[in-house]
């Protein structure tokens, strides 16, 4: 776990108004750079986020969050940069975890993240979702893998009889 994350913004639950709250957040050229470096970006050029933090029945928080990013990742081929730009809306659910680590919520089986000390860094959150909406295998335009797709196939199918086949023609039978 990092100890102090490259973009927090930590909001203290007791301290929300009863209707919640909005925030916007906008990532400072050194918070990008931190925030690229952690997750292996070539550059993250901006990275910013609404986010409505609102209580609900149970001692439960609700994140609904829009983020917004343009970044370079390296292509898996060439290494050449890859500019992307990410436009991403999620939603989580904050509360004490106990036995019960999922909430059903219209019809939806959501997880509940654990609020710890009555803070939710919602800097953070947002981090970990830009870092989930990365391209895991980012390819510059053209670029394609030397030889073709890589194809793991056996050339001739085996039967798990086949060495008892073998065994029996080996005794003469």
Do not use: N, W
């Not at 925030?23 to 910013?48: D, I, M, T, V």
């Not at 609904?64 to 991403?88: F, G, K, M, N």
């Amino acid at each position: 776990m990092i100890d102090s994350p490259e973009f927090s913004h930590p909001v203290d639950v007791l301290r929300l108004p009863s209707q919640g709250a909005k925030y916007s957040l906008k990532a400072s050229p050194a918070e990008c750079a931190a925030l690229a470096k952690r997750f292996g970006l070539l550059s993250l050029a901006r990275l910013s986020a609404e986010v409505d933090l609102s209580p609900m029945p149970g001692g439960f928080y609700r994140v609904d969050a829009e983020l917004s990013a343009e970044l370079e990742q390296a292509c898996i081929v060439t290494l050449e940069p890859v500019a992307s730009r990410l436009e991403e809306t999620f939603t989580l659910l904050f509360g004490e975890v106990g036995s019960e680590s999922e909430l059903v919520l219209d019809s939806v089986e959501e997880t509940v993240e654990p609020l710890e000390g009555g803070i939710i860094d919602i800097g953070e959150t947002v981090a970990q979702q830009l870092s989930l909406a990365l391209d895991p295998f980012p390819r510059a335009p053209g670029a394609e893998i030397p030889g073709g797709e890589a194809v793991f196939e056996d050339p001739e199918p085996k039967s798990p009889f086949a060495a008892l086949a073998k065994l029996r023609k080996s005794q003469g039978d």
